[in-house]
């Protein structure tokens, strides 16, 4: 029986040259379909946010929220694979649930754990007191996923733009990779920089690097599953759809709705002693 995958685990699938598949799931149906598809991982991502929530960001989403998303999905991988054989799962930390201490932080991920079939989280940013969370949660027993480069939870400071773009902030982006590698990161996703930097931070960790419009040379790559089914009406450039899932669905509902009223059937026949009953209100 093959042995499921443990956050310690993807660093000896980089040494052995084995690519690695993370798929975003943010409920029981898309955690069966990531799961039977394959994936290595699947990540609950803050995305979910924007794609399933309906927010303009990725800033509102809650803890709870997360937890509740998490927990679904965890069903839904179980669903599919034999006791013990689920893909790795992880949780984002969302917005403000570690920026404000590592006490937070702990609080926060150890409720991931707990509360949640996730084996690991996954925060954004590399700065100094995002390091010190993130060595504390290391020390605490909490695997650690890391995220630079293009960083949702920043939009208002970056925008969705791509980073890396010269050479200064390519070298910023270079110390933040091995920093959070020396901090104890497992893996780091690196989303939206050039595909050069890219190839580089693959060559130079030995952290693998999981990238998102950041080349084909990372160690492993993740898509938000919304994004490659289709269905999402803001569909990023670096990461094209691989059907167009948004239209087939509304043509197919399309055409179930458009396929009623049924031909005219015979009224039942009204009972002749009630008095008529006045018509429910309808929402
Ligand atoms: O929230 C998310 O789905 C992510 C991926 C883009 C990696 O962080």
New binding site residues.
């Given amino acids: 029986m093959p042995v499921p995958l443990r956050p310690a685990d993807l660093a000896s699938r980089k040494l052995a040259g084995l690519p690695i598949t ?1 798929l ?1 799931a943010w409920d029981s149906l898309s955690g069966a379909l990531v799961a039977e598809a394959g994936a290595d991982a699947v ?7 924007m ?1 399933v929530l309906g927010h303009a960001t ?1 800033l509102p989403v809650t803890l709870e929220e997360m937890l509740h998303h998490t927990r679904a999905t965890g069903r839904g991988l179980a669903s599919v694979c034999s006791p013990g054989q689920e893909p790795l799962l992880i949780c ?1 930390l969302p917005f403000l649930s570690y920026q404000c201490s590592a006490d937070a932080a702990v609080a926060a991920a150890g409720r991931v754990l707990k509360e949640t079939p996730a084996a690991a989280v ?1 925060l ?1 940013g590399a700065e100094p007191e995002t390091l010190a969370v993130i060595d504390r949660l290391v020390r605490s027993g909490i695997p650690v996923m890391g ?1 630079i480069g ?1 960083t ?1 939870q920043s939009v208002h400071q970056l925008g969705y733009r791509r980073q890396g773009n010269d050479d200064v902030s390519r070298e910023k982006l270079r110390r933040q990779a091995l920093a959070l590698q020396v901090a104890g990161c497992f893996a780091l ?1 690196l ?1 939206h920089v050039p595909p050069e930097l890219g190839a580089d931070l693959q060559r130079t960790l030995a952290l693998p690097v ?1 990238g ?1 419009g950041a080349g084909e040379a990372c160690d492993g790559q ?3 599953t919304a994004d490659l089914l289709g269905l999402t009406s803001r569909q ?1 450039p670096f ?1 094209p759809p691989l059907l167009p899932g948004r239209a087939l669905a509304l043509e197919a509902l399309r055409s179930w709705v458009g396929s009623w009223p049924q031909p005219a059937q015979a009224p039942p026949a009204a009972p002749a002693t009630r008095p008529a009953t006045p018509a429910a209100p309808h929402c």
């Fill in positions: 993370v975003t990540l609950v991502g803050d995305s979910l946010a794609t990725t984002d996954k954004e995220h293009l949702p996703v989303e999981i998102i993740v898509r938000v990023p990461s």
